[in-house]
């Protein structure tokens, strides 16, 4: 892990920020973002370590492990029975100075006082820790803090921790609403100077830079790799990060994995990983090659937010926010293809690249026809990219494309076969689980699926009732 000097408290200066606030906006600002760095090592800014507080009390009500129920627990708290496998969550405060820099990378504030909020999820004892960390950028694009990234079955399986930061004014707003008691007193804006996520780059490198020294919020493990994930929207700020702001900053990070959003051209130091859904690739000019320091998959079948993510989000959504959301589609939505799978693959590929120089496998790329539509197969299944036994052996047409109302063209489509198209295609029960097996097998080999995912669709394909 990175080390580095904490960094004297100076006064603010007086450039007053670009106020560019949409997603949108965000994105062209990456695209114009020269990719050259032209900074010295010696001169790169050191990052801050920050305050962090103990734990703040309070968990989850009915959570078997707390003796006494506070008046408030962590928003957004994980259900997953974290005991079970050994894991622990906790809440801190965050607190001490930032730099502020706007969306094109030009420096705007310099050591704003901040206070904000971290979530961890970890493993309980020492020996069960594999020495990675894992620290996502919260994604605020539905208004509040969204754990886009966490996977509990691969994330625990594997003995990853997990930090959620909360390092956007929406995010932060939301939750000053949410509980005034255990939240009340968070800013990221400056007392409202800054009020367009200029402190969030700084903000979110202190995170991860609090984990290696004393009082770190993950006790006494000993992180050896610390790697930033975000997705989407969340992608596209860290994209910022590494483009432009990463060369003049000490580095934190060890490496970068981009979810199903933007990912920086400029070649650094540290790995890039990038992982998009079917949703996500809209043309078949990619602005970037696989080299020895990026690589690009692209899941075929897959959406920008799908299934699995949506059935683990509505009973929190449920018991936080009061109800969860309901969606009017063109198509039945949410595709099941599991681009879960090539995250937690990707993060597995992401340590090895980090800590050994080992890079990750290539994959083919969707493939486009020659008027720029994806190309397809009889079923209506996209060609190309990786493709999961979802696909290639499929029980339903899914695809990343949708319509309608709100969030629906990000969530994909879901159309089972009917029975005859079954029948047709797997006459018999065994003859479809061998089928599922081969193809597991085959991304397995190729290092798009880990084998503990692989038992998973196998018994998923068992129980599902294909064939006769």
């Known amino acids: 892990m990175r080390g580095g000097r904490a960094r004297g408290h100076h006064g603010r200066m007086t450039k007053h920020p670009r106020r560019l ?51 408030t627990y962590p928003f957004f708290s994980t259900p997953d029975d974290l005991a079970r496998h050994g894991y622990v969550e906790q809440e801190f405060y965050l607190s001490g100075v930032a730099d502020g820099w ?61 930090i959620g930061v909360s390092a956007q004014r929406v995010g932060v707003d939301q939750l000053r609403a949410w509980s005034p008691t255990r939240y009340g007193t968070l800013d990221v804006t400056g007392g409202g100077a800054y009020r367009a996520d200029e402190l969030s780059y700084d903000i979110f490198a202190q995170a991860a830079k609090a984990l290696g020294g004393p009082g770190s919020p993950l006790d006494r493990l000993d992180v050896r790799t610390l790697l930033a994930v975000g997705a989407s929207q969340s992608a596209a ?74 059935e683990y989000r509505n009973p929190i959504s449920v018991r936080d926010l009061g109800a969860a959301p309901v969606y009017d589609c063109a198509l039945p939505p949410f595709s099941r293809v599991p681009v879960h799978h090539a995250t937690a693959a990707a993060y597995d590929h992401l340590v ?23 190309a397809r197969d009889g079923l209506g299944l996209a ?21 309608g109302q709100s969030f629906c063209f990000l969530f994909g489509s879901h159309q089972p076969f009917d ?13 479809y689980v061998a089928k599922v097996v081969l193809a597991d097998l085959r991304n397995v080999g190729a290092g798009y699926l880990l084998p503990a995912d692989a038992h998973t669709n196998l018994r998923e394909a068992i129980a599902s009732g294909v064939g006769r």
């Open 21 to 71: 606030g949409t997603a949108v906006t965000l994105a062209l600002a990456v695209a114009l973002i020269p990719s050259g760095s032209g900074y010295a090592e010696d001169a790169r800014t050191p990052t801050a370590v920050p305050t962090v507080s103990a734990p703040i009390p309070g968990a989850v009500p009915g959570d078997r492990l707390s003796p006494v129920l506070e008046e």
């Open 237 to 310: 700020r860290m994209t910022v990060y590494y483009q432009h702001i990463l060369p003049r900053v000490e580095p934190v990070f060890d490496g970068y994995a981009f979810i199903v959003g933007n990912a920086p051209t400029r070649v650094g130091d540290e790995p890039v990983f990038q992982v998009l859904s079917e949703t996500d690739v809209r043309t078949p000019v990619r602005p970037s090659p696989d080299t020895g320091r990026f690589r690009r998959w692209e899941v075929a079948g897959g959406a920008h937010s799908g299934w699995r993510g949506q």
């Open 102 to 162: 706007d969306q094109l990378g030009v420096q705007v504030a310099t050591d704003v006082p901040y206070r904000t909020r971290i979530i961890v999820r970890r493993p309980a004892h020492r020996p069960a820790f594999n020495g990675t960390a894992l620290v996502e950028w919260q994604n605020v694009t539905a208004g509040y803090d969204l754990d886009a990234l966490w996977n509990g079955e691969a994330i625990m399986r594997a003995g990853y921790a997990w």
């Open 352 to 374: 090895r690249w980090v800590r050994f120089g080992t890079p990750p496998p290539v994959a083919e790329p969707l493939v486009f026809n020659a008027d720029g539509t994806k």
């Open 419 to 431: 029975e005859p198209t079954l029948d047709r295609l797997y006459p018999t029960r065994g003859g």
């Open 383 to 403: 060609l190309g990219g990786i493709r999961y036994s979802q696909v290639t052996v499929p029980t339903a047409v899914g695809t990343g494309d949708n319509a």
